[in-house]
Nanobody
Framework: QVQLVESGGGLVQPGGSLRVSCAAS????????MGWYRHAPGKQRELVAT???????NYADSVKGRFTISRDNAKNMVYLQMNSLKPEDTAVYYC?????????????????WGQGTQVTVSS
């Protein structure tokens, strides 16, 4: 069983900062890519940022220069530091991991998702 658990969401004023974290646990052999998606009411789910095990990162144009993704491979954790937050950043943020899971008799590789954490940017 593999679980991804996010934490750190909340309410912040425009221009403020927030950091969300995600911890992956379970029978994990290797995590390839970790990242963050977000889903706002009335909008499509949006890829925010991804990071490989080697540290290569990619960002949505809407967050470049404001958000920073990082990960701790030893702890199976990924972080998203969000600065200069705007009301349009309000969404549920979901952690994502492309990982290889070990089980008795073999292994498989697929994507796993967290349950989401709400980020609200409002005055």
């Amino acid at each position: 069983q593999v679980q991804l658990v996010e934490s750190g969401g909340g309410l912040v004023q425009p221009g403020g900062s927030l950091r969300v974290s995600c911890a992956a646990s379970g029978s994990i052999f290797a995590i390839n890519v970790m990242g963050w998606y977000r889903h706002a009411p009335g909008k499509q789910r949006e890829l925010v940022a991804t990071i490989t095990s080697g540290g290569n990162s990619n960002y949505a144009d809407s967050v470049k220069g404001r958000f920073t993704i990082s990960r701790d491979n030893a702890k199976n954790m990924v972080y998203l530091q969000m600065n200069s937050l705007k009301p349009e950043d309000t969404a549920v943020y979901y952690c994502y991991a492309d990982l290889t899971r070990m089980y008795y008799g073999g292994s498989d590789r697929r994507a796993y998702w967290g349950q989401g954490t709400q980020v609200t940017v409002s005055s």
